[in-house]
Nanobody, 127 residues
Framework: QVQLIESGGGLVQAGGSLRLSCAASGRTFSNYAIGWFRQAPRKEREFVARITRSGGRTYYADSVKDRFTISRDNANNTVYLQMNSLKPEDKAVYYC????????????????????WGQGTQVTVSS
């Protein structure tokens, strides 16, 4: 099966930045839409950002819009999440996920749309 591995998490002060990476195996990576989700303790997993198969369309949760940027490098089978102006409420485990069934759809907020998930990377933001 397809494997996804997140990296780049860590500890930053409020207002700082981090760049998360999602490295994927599989020759069909470029055919998938990729989403980022996050989950804080005792909270449901929530949608953060999505990029379509072509990479030309992106979609963001209102809570991160204008602060986070999703991008992809298909040649290296990698998707990135650039996070700027981080807030304490951004603290969570961040997961990337692959959607092979609706790769051209722009809006993709439901976890059920994604068939493959990474194990997550921790992001901590101090106040």
């Amino acid at each position: 099966q397809v494997q996804l591995i997140e990296s780049g998490g860590g500890l930053v002060q409020a207002g700082g930045s981090l760049r998360l990476s999602c490295a994927a195996s599989g020759r069909t990576f470029s055919n998938y839409a990729i989403g980022w989700f996050r989950q804080a303790p005792r909270k449901e997993r929530e949608f953060v950002a999505r990029i379509t198969r072509s990479g030309g369309r992106t979609y963001y949760a209102d809570s991160v819009k204008d602060r986070f940027t999703i991008s992809r490098d298909n040649a290296n089978n990698t998707v990135y999440l650039q996070m700027n102006s981080l807030k304490p409420e951004d603290k969570a485990v961040y997961y990337c996920a692959a959607d092979p069934r609706s790769p051209t759809a722009v809006r993709g907020v439901r976890t059920s749309m994604y068939d493959y998930w990474g194990q997550g990377t921790q992001v901590t933001v101090s106040s």
